[in-house]
């Protein structure tokens, strides 16, 4: 699932390329994308597309007095085209056609239309549950007094920092960066870090997401592509030297993701028990 950087530089690099574009006409090829009804998706025909700004690992297109709020989920791409695509297209999900033949394309892949689209007044945005709930933003990082509030919970660090009610904007691959840049283990309870811990967590926030969203303005040119170049030291790289020490980087296989870590420098040298392998040792 995309997240704070890969969203973050969409947002920027759609604005640059359609910000101030009329919008000709908006169609749903997507039947289960549009999660909203009122106002109808062709009031945004005539409307000026204002520009595209990320809320948490959210997109919202803003036009005129509307805003429609995209959740890309796991295979969803936010892009934007010279050509207007086929209804057949079989990709599409929801079609924002500009002025001069363009086009803001929904698209996702896989057959899970997982993918949604809300339309609804600006000033509607924030009331909107999946906004609402939204924690303080990853970036930059809370204060150090509320991000120490903010994890004095008893939950793992992976899962609590992933929670988009508790921050929103880390995911699945950019919390592996996040513990391995603090030295902090996955498996570590919130409620238990220090504030050496906490200041430890908080600069690695910073320097990680921060060192990500400078990397892609460095090489990413006006269009996003499908895969982004993701400048990832530890997530998914179990088997190879840890960047930092040389220990094997290690990892913990769950049914939907995988969890990276360095033994040596994560969890005290010791090497965590793969549920993969306890499942097939059963």
């Known amino acids: 699932m995309p997240e704070l950087p890969e969203v973050e530089i969409t947002a920027r690099r759609l604005t640059q390329g359609a910000g101030g574009a009329e919008i000709?006409?908006?169609l749903a090829p997507g039947m289960v994308t549009m999660k909203t009804f009122d106002p109808p998706l062709d009031a945004l025909a005539g409307l000026e597309l204002k520009g595209v700004r990320r809320v948490g690992k959210m997109l919202a297109i803003e036009a005129g007095?509307?805003?429609v709020l995209v959740h890309l989920?796991?295979?969803?791409?936010?892009q934007l085209y010279d050509k207007r695509a086929s209804?057949?297209?079989?990709?599409s999900r929801l079609l924002l056609r500009l002025d001069g033949e363009r086009e803001l394309r929904l698209r996702e892949f896989g057959t899970q239309h997982r993918a949604w689209a809300k339309l609804m007044p600006a000033d509607r945005?924030?009331?909107d549950e999946a906004v609402a709930t939204l924690g303080p933003d990853a970036l930059p990082p809370p204060p150090l007094g509320e991000l120490a509030a903010i994890v004095d919970q008893p939950r793992h660090l992976h899962p609590l920092l992933r929670d988009q009610r508790t921050i929103a904007g880390i995911g699945r691959s950019w919390v592996d960066e996040i513990l391995w840049t603090a030295k902090l283990s996955p498996f570590q309870r919130g409620a238990d870090l220090d504030d050496d811990g906490v200041e430890?967590?908080?600069a690695a926030m910073g320097d990680v997401l921060g060192g990500a969203?400078?990397?892609y303005e460095e090489v990413i040119g006006p269009v996003v592509p499908d895969k982004l170049p993701m400048p990832l030291k530890v997530h998914r790289r179990q088997g190879e030297?840890?960047?930092?020490c040389g220990t094997r980087l290690e990892a913990i296989h769950f049914k939907d993701y995988v969890m990276s870590y360095c033994p040596e420098e994560q969890t005290g040298g010791r090497v965590l028990k793969d549920r993969r392998l306890s499942k097939l040792l059963r």
């Open 24 to 26: 000709e006409s908006a």
């Open 65 to 67: 007095g509307l805003v």
């Open 73 to 78: 989920m796991s295979a969803g791409r936010l």
């Open 87 to 91: 209804l057949r297209d079989r990709s």
């Open 125 to 127: 945005l924030a009331d």
């Open 200 to 202: 430890r967590l908080h």
């Open 213 to 215: 969203l400078e990397h």
């Open 241 to 244: 030297d840890c960047p930092r």
